[in-house]
C-alpha cells in the first residue's frame, strides 16, 4: 500500500476553473502538509496541517484552500485556476505537529497544467 | 532565518564514478534537522536520509554516504561507483526552530550515463 496517496496524477485544465487535488496517507500521520513545485523544480511548502491548526504560507494566495475531512486526508481546492498555477503540487506527512524531528514522507505529486 | 543552497544545478558523470553533492546550509537555530530526498524522473520524493545537528558523525548506506559537517555548515552526500538509476535530482533539506517549515534547496540533478 502507497503510504501518501494522491489524485489525480495528472491535471489538466482551463484558466478560471475550480479544481481539487485528493491526498490520503495510511501512516497514521498527525500532520499534513502541501507543498508546490515548480517548473525549476524549487519546491515551496503552501499549508502545514493537523486537526488543532493550520498555516498558511503568507505568499500562497487565498485562492488556495487545504480542506480535512478526517486526519487521513487533506485535500488542495483551488479555485479560478491561473496559469502561474501550473506546476507539480506534493503532499506530505509527518507524524507529530511543530517536530523538526520528524521526517516527511511525500505522495507521487499531481501535475496540474492550467491552459 | 532558514536557508538550503545547492550550488550545483547538473551534474553530469559516467557510471561507476564517485560523486558528491554540495549542500550548505544557514540557520540560527542549534537544534535542527538536514535530510536529502531523491526525486527519479517519475517525480516522486524519496526520502533517503535525516540527520540531527548534534550527531555529526558520517553515516554510510550501501553506496551512499553523507558528510556533516557543522563548522562549514554543509551536508554533502557522495554515490560512491555510481549506476545509471540514481539519475535523479536530488535535494538537501532543513528544518529547525520547531515549525516543521521545512526548507528545500534548488535541487542538483544528477546524470549518470552508461
Known amino acids: 500500500d502507497t503510504a501518501v496517496s494522491q489524485t489525480p496524477k495528472y491535471l489538466v485544465t482551463q484558466m478560471g476553473n475550480d479544481k481539487s487535488i485528493k491526498c490520503e496517507q495510511n501512516?497514521?500521520?498527525?500532520?499534513m502538509y502541501w507543498y508546490k513545485q515548480d517548473s525549476k523544480k524549487f519546491l515551496k511548502i503552501m499549508f502545514s496541517y493537523n486537526n488543532k491548526e493550520l498555516i498558511i504560507n503568507e505568499t500562497v494566495p487565498n485562492r488556495f484552500s487545504p480542506k480535512s475531512p478526517d486526519k487521513a486526508h487533506l485535500n488542495l481546492h483551488i479555485n479560478s485556476l491561473e496559469l502561474g498555477d501550473s506546476a507539480v503540487y506534493f503532499c506530505a506527512s509527518s507524524q507529530e505537529w511543530f517536530r523538526e524531528a520528524d521526517t516527511q514522507y511525500f505522495g507521487p505529486g499531481t501535475r496540474l497544467t492550467v491552459l | 532565518a532558514q536557508k538550503v543552497t545547492q550550488a550545483q544545478t547538473e551534474i553530469s558523470v559516467v557510471e561507476k564514478e564517485d560523486v558528491t553533492l554540495d549542500c550548505v546550509y544557514e540557520?540560527?537555530?542549534?537544534?535542527?534537522?538536514l535530510f536529502w530526498y531523491k526525486q527519479p524522473p517519475s517525480g516522486e520524493l524519496v526520502f533517503l536520509i535525516r540527520?540531527?545537528?548534534?550527531?555529526?558523525q558520517n553515516e554510510i548506506s550501501g553506496r551512499y554516504s553523507w558528510n556533516f559537517q557543522k563548522s562549514t555548515s554543509s551536508f554533502n552526500f557522495t554515490i560512491t561507483a555510481s549506476q545509471v538509476v540514481d539519475s535523479a535530482v536530488y535535494f538537501c533539506?532543513?528544518?529547525?526552530?520547531?515549525?516543521?517549515?521545512?526548507?528545500f534547496g534548488a535541487g542538483t540533478r544528477l546524470t549518470v550515463k552508461p
Open positions: 533539506a532543513l528544518s529547525a526552530d520547531g515549525n516543521n517549515d521545512m526548507r
Open positions: 540557520t540560527r537555530d542549534t537544534t535542527y534537522y
Open positions: 540527520r540531527n545537528s548534534f550527531d555529526e
Open positions: 501512516l497514521g500521520h498527525d500532520t
